[in-house]
């Protein structure tokens, strides 16, 4: 059994000032149940005090063993190089990089990040959240970013003075936090999303046909660089869809809160055509299908789906149209049903 540390040594670990040695023995304590609880709990108060009104639940277990690992890894390879280590904290966002939430990490031990104040090259680095599974991704300005299913986002080690960005493919929802003089751009493959503080959802799928932007709080300016020389400003409540087809953009007006829904594993579709539908139905159950006739290109659905089972979800969709599912070799064949 490892023992607990006692207040001050995990503390000296937390603000940095612990040796190696005291921070081996602070990590394997966090690697069990206990040290597990203790940083949720912390974290949890951290990220009420910085944003209360954005808490989100994280009931999944925790892989620990592997987590301990990397960590022991990179303090090692971070010995080799002789170089600080940094960790997340409030106190501390100027120094950290970014520190990466897994939905699959309840407790979740605090993830190192390297910073050489001699490096001339800004490192990138990417995230990619497997299908089945949602991140969450907090950067070293307080700025938190939610990331679906399928999703990738490749951000800097460290933002620069003029402005902080990153590229994203899949979707995701955006806490930026406010600052004027640094604007926080998202780029993607066909526009890119400038803010100086607000809250916002992306989609951008590579695989679909549009890319939709709406915009819940503050303002946001869409940019086009290889197709409009103009600045489109979105106000709250209002939709932004590109139709990558057509080059053409529409901008009208929805519901606020509604666009992050599928952290919560909520599934909205909205006249939305069946090949599409089963591409998010394929992100977020982790399951692959495959449509066996045109004839049933043509239904479309609208439907909502509260963090129902993937069962119940064909279930209902069945109702709604006549078409089957037949699992074969790992692939759900969809075809119209025969009456």
């Not at 009104?53 to 010995?79: C, G, T, W």
């Not at 990619?128 to 679906?148: A, H, I, S, W």
């Not at 901008?251 to 919560?264: F, H, Q, R, Y």
């Amino acid at each position: 059994m490892n023992k607990r540390p006692d207040e001050q040594q995990i503390n000296d670990f937390l603000q940095n000032t612990a040796n190696s040695e005291e921070a081996r023995i602070v990590l394997k304590w966090l690697a069990t149940s206990e040290g597990q609880d203790y940083v949720s709990s912390r974290f949890d108060k951290d990220q009420s005090e910085a944003n209360p009104e954005a808490e989100f639940l994280i009931d999944h277990p925790v892989p620990s063993l592997q987590m301990y690992r990397n960590i022991e890894a990179k303090i090692q390879k971070y010995e080799r190089k002789q170089l600080r280590l940094t960790t997340f904290r409030k106190s501390w966002m100027k120094v950290a990089a970014v520190i990466v939430i897994p939905l699959l990490i309840a407790a979740g031990v605090m993830f190192w990040t390297e910073h050489s104040k001699t490096q001339k090259t800004i490192a990138w680095q990417e995230i990619y959240v497997p299908c089945g599974e949602k991140y969450q991704v907090v950067f070293q300005d307080g700025t938190r970013v939610l990331l679906n299913s399928d999703t990738r986002l490749k951000y800097p080690a460290i933002f620069n003075d003029r402005f902080r960005q990153v590229f994203l493919s899949g979707e995701a929802y955006f806490y930026v936090h406010k600052n004027p003089d640094q604007p926080f751009l998202v780029h993607t493959r066909d526009l890119t999303v400038k803010v100086t503080g607000t809250s916002f959802n992306v989609k951008a799928y590579t695989d679909e046909n549009r890319v939709t932007t709406i915009l819940d709080k503050g303002r946001i300016s869409l940019l086009f660089p290889n197709i409009h020389h103009q600045e489109y400003v979105l106000k709250p409540g209002q939709q932004a869809v590109f139709a990558r087809a057509t080059r053409s953009l529409s901008i009208d007006s929805v519901k606020t809160g509604e666009s992050a829904v599928w952290w919560n594993n909520v599934l909205v579709f909205n006249d939305t055509s069946l090949p599409q539908l089963l591409r998010t139905l394929e992100r977020h159950y982790k399951v692959k299908f495959k449509i066996m006739n045109s004839e049933i290109l043509k239904y479309t659905y609208t439907i909502r789906f509260d963090n129902e089972s993937f069962d119940s979800v064909l279930a209902q969709l069945k109702e709604i149209t006549p078409i089957q599912c037949v699992m074969k070799k790992g692939v759900i064949e969809v075809s119209k049903r025969k009456h």
